[in-house]
């Protein structure tokens, strides 16, 4: 072994003390820094946002259950529909108007509350409709009560033949009565005066005869009703038109007083309030809508000439979109453009001084003069049109301000007026409206006419109604499904397992390195991991590359690996690690930390007769306790013999002597350590390390004991790389429209045996 501490390159040591190398970062929602402050897990917190995606997972998952649930609820609705006894329903139409009997009819001048009279009167109808009186007249009529047989006929069991006949007779009563009102149903067409009053009944005919027969005797106790109301009608009548009448001339008496106090001559209509009496105050009120009219016009006209005017102040004269607009501006341009022409035309032939060269300058002189005036003109203008605007505006607003102290005047000495002018109109409505129903009853007799009719008589129908077995199989499967989704989320909700890589991250707030799935039946981990092309395999090696990005210096140089329970495949996790790592050159050292039940001698093959328990308590050193492996660059420190204190011993300030020194010969420290909960050692383990790997069993491992082991490790002040989800079934989990079935096995079908190895 005295190779082991040559290999160890002394310069390289401080990139490998975990101390050194660890920078301020974060992975995930796993927070460290530096060795002075302690890393930390965030908890989950619940989402309020509604996702979808999060109830079709658990609808996948649960798929059997609510199939199961839906399948049963369809069987049984058919079968109590398939067994239930067929009902004929038998319908008569009636057309119910307005009550023609009423005395006073003030429909033009309250409309509002005549059609909640309106409703209130159908809604009467409707409940007349279901009375008990009525169904003893149906039943008095057709003689249901008059025997057994006519009790058979509606479906019903007679009564017992107990007492005596009159008693025997008031209980058939009883029984008829009862079957009729159940059996009775009343509907009103919506949007029309139509209703329809349909009876159901085992037998379509007897189901056309009470439908009949309700129809028949609501007429007629209608027109008894009505019968019996009009004997006072004439008296109520001629009461209420004296009274009126004594009203409307008081309120005529009071409306031309008031006019002719407030001087409002030939009073016209209302408009929001305000009388406009006469021409003047009508003129008034027109000449202020046109007035504002009138000034918002010259406003907008006002605004834009200012527009105009602060441009042609700001800007250069010969720039105004006028000015090169001007046709007379435009012709001068181009005439001084010929004499300028001409004249550099002719200063090749003669000199400044030349008298044509004078003249010609003369005349270019007088074109640029005569523009510049008529481009102060036009600047002229438009200040002239500003100034005209604004004045404009200003008397329009004098005018507008002027005539609103008319119209308010008018409106204040016309609110009375209004108050007075509406009752009289309204007492003079009324008035009429007696007067003319009194007319009509003194020469019609309206008062008893009928207003309900039959519009259909009822039938016998030809085809049950009851069941409906698309309705119940509907109702059924509607039930079945809701039955079954309440059982999943039930399940759901006491399911405390962790299963998927989503509900580690949700549930726990860890980033998940590494998923392992779940070995077939009969596979051990040794063959699993011996086959490098395996998906148990590939699933190591992506975790190995997660651990490569777990910390800004790569994977850390010393780790821990451990669980919140024995048998989650933690020792699997920690020698598959080291393995993979020292497959692609580095030197590690895994160590078997777990001081109270040891096992990863047997997985590595060597014995366990001097270990960690010798080193930590000071018999042993390094080289005498580590020992090489069947894989190159992988060495490994069993348990040795058990102590009776391994808290102490993992408490001590040889582990992290041990681990300055390991760290020294070897590129990475593996260990593997006992579970969390019930034990010191971990939290002791995790403090010492550079970081840590939780290994969590998929529906294997509750979020309780999930959450207690990562609350005693952020206790230690561990720093948490991450968390490996370990015998995890992709077969089973759906999630989101995919599934968790990594294909690791990319590639390998259909090359022949034995050529696996040979593909990259």
């Not at 307005?98 to 059609?115: G, H, K, L, Q, Y």
């Not at 009194?438 to 007799?445: D, H, L, R």
């Amino acid at each position: 072994m005295s190779d082991l501490m040559m290999l160890g390159d002394p310069s390289s040591a401080d990139d490998r003390n975990p101390r050194a190398g660890r920078a301020s970062g974060s992975f995930g929602d796993a927070v460290f820094d530096d060795g002075q402050n302690a890393p930390w897990v965030e908890e989950p917190q619940e989402q309020a946002a509604f996702d979808l995606a999060v109830y079709w997972r658990l609808a996948l998952k649960h798929r059997i259950l609510i199939l199961g649930c839906f399948l049963g609820a369809l069987a049984i609705g058919a079968a109590l529909t398939l067994l239930m006894t067929p009902i004929y329903t038998a319908t008569a139409t009636m057309q119910i108007d307005r009550e023609s009997a009423r005395i006073v009819n003030s429909e033009d001048v309250t409309p509002r509350e005549n059609m909640a009279m309106g409703e209130e009167f159908f809604q009467t109808q409707y409940g007349l409709l279901r009375s008990r009186s009525l169904a003893e007249r149906v039943v008095e009529s057709l003689g249901l009560a008059s025997s057994d047989q006519a009790l058979a006929s509606l479906g019903v069991e007679p009564p017992a033949r107990t007492g005596t006949a009159a008693a025997q007779a008031e209980r058939r009563r009883a029984v008829a009565l009862e079957a009729v009102q159940d059996g009775l149903g009343v509907t009103p067409v919506r949007g029309s005066r139509l209703v329809a009053v349909s009876f159901d009944n085992p037998d379509p005919v007897v189901a056309a005869r009470v439908a009949n027969a309700f129809a028949e005797n609501f007429i007629q106790s209608n027109l008894d009703r009505k019968y019996e109301s009009s004997s006072y009608a004439r008296e109520f009548l001629e009461e209420q038109i004296a009274q009126t009448k004594g009203r409307l001339e008081e309120a005529e008496r009071q409306l031309v007083a008031y006019a002719a106090n407030q001087q409002i001559i030939n009073v016209g209509g209302s408009d929001e309030g305000e009388s406009e009496g006469g021409g003047a105050q009508s003129l008034a009120s027109n000449n202020l809508v046109a007035l504002n009219s009138a000034l918002a016009s010259a406003r907008a006209a006002r605004v834009a000439a200012e527009e105009k005017w602060r441009s042609a102040r700001t800007t250069s004269l010969m720039t105004l979109p006028e000015v090169l607009q001007n046709p007379s501006i435009q012709r001068l341009t181009e005439q001084r453009a010929q004499l300028d022409s001409e004249y550099q035309q002719k200063l090749s032939i003669y000199q400044e001084d030349y008298p044509e060269m004078v003249r010609l300058r003369a005349q270019i002189t007088e074109v640029d003069g005569q523009i510049q005036a008529l481009a102060a003109n036009i600047r002229s203008s438009i200040q002239s049109q500003y100034v005209i605007a604004a004045n404009q505006e200003r008397s329009l607003q004098a005018q507008v301000n002027g005539l609103k102290g008319d119209v308010l005047d008018l409106r204040d000495r016309s609110i009375q007026y209004n108050i007075l002018q509406r009752e009289l109109d309204t007492t003079r409505t009324l008035y009429e409206s007696l007067l003319q129903r009194y007319k009509e009853i003194a020469v019609t007799g309206d008062v008893v006419a009928n207003n309900i009719s039959i519009v259909d008589n009822a039938r016998p129908p030809s085809k049950p109604s009851k069941p409906d077995i698309l309705i119940n199989l509907a109702l059924a499967a509607l039930f079945g499904l809701g039955l079954g989704v309440v059982a999943a989320l039930v399940l759901e909700a006491l399911d405390e397992t962790v299963a998927t890589p989503d509900d580690v991250e949700k549930k726990l707030g860890v980033p998940v390195l590494g998923v392992v799935p779940l070995l077939d039946k009969g596979q051990t981990t040794a063959a699993a991991l011996a086959d490098i092309r395996s998906g148990f395999s590939e699933a190591y090696y992506s975790l190995r590359t997660a651990l490569q990005f777990s910390t800004p210096d790569g994977a850390p140089g010393s780790m821990l690996v451990t669980s919140a329970r024995p048998a989650e495949g933690k020792s699997t996790t920690a020698y598959a690690v080291a393995l993979n790592l020292a497959r692609v050159g580095k030197r590690v050292l895994l160590i078997d930390g777990d001081l109270r039940n040891p096992s990863m001698h047997r997985v590595v093959g060597v014995e366990n007769e001097r270990g960690m328990s010798n080193l930590l308590s000071g018999s042993s050193d390094l080289q005498g306790v580590v020992q090489r492996t069947r894989q190159d660059n992988l060495f490994f420190i069993p348990c040795g013999p058990l102590p009776p204190n391994p808290a102490e011993l993992w408490g001590s300030d040889r582990l992290r002597q041990f681990l300055g020194e390991a760290r020294n010969s070897f590129d990475h420290v593996i260990v593997d350590g006992p579970p969390v909960l019930g034990f010191a050692d971990s939290p002791l383990l995790a403090a010492s390390v550079g970081g840590v790997l939780f290994v969590l069993e998929s529906r294997g491992t509750r979020r309780g004991q999930a959450r207690g082991a990562l609350r005693r490790l952020r206790v230690g002040r561990a720093h948490l790389l991450g968390a490996v989800l370990t015998k995890f079934n992709a077969k089973t989990t759906s999630y989101g429209g995919y599934d968790y079935a990594y294909d690791y096995n990319y590639g390998a079908e259909g090359e022949p045996r034995g050529k696996k190895g040979k593909k990259a």
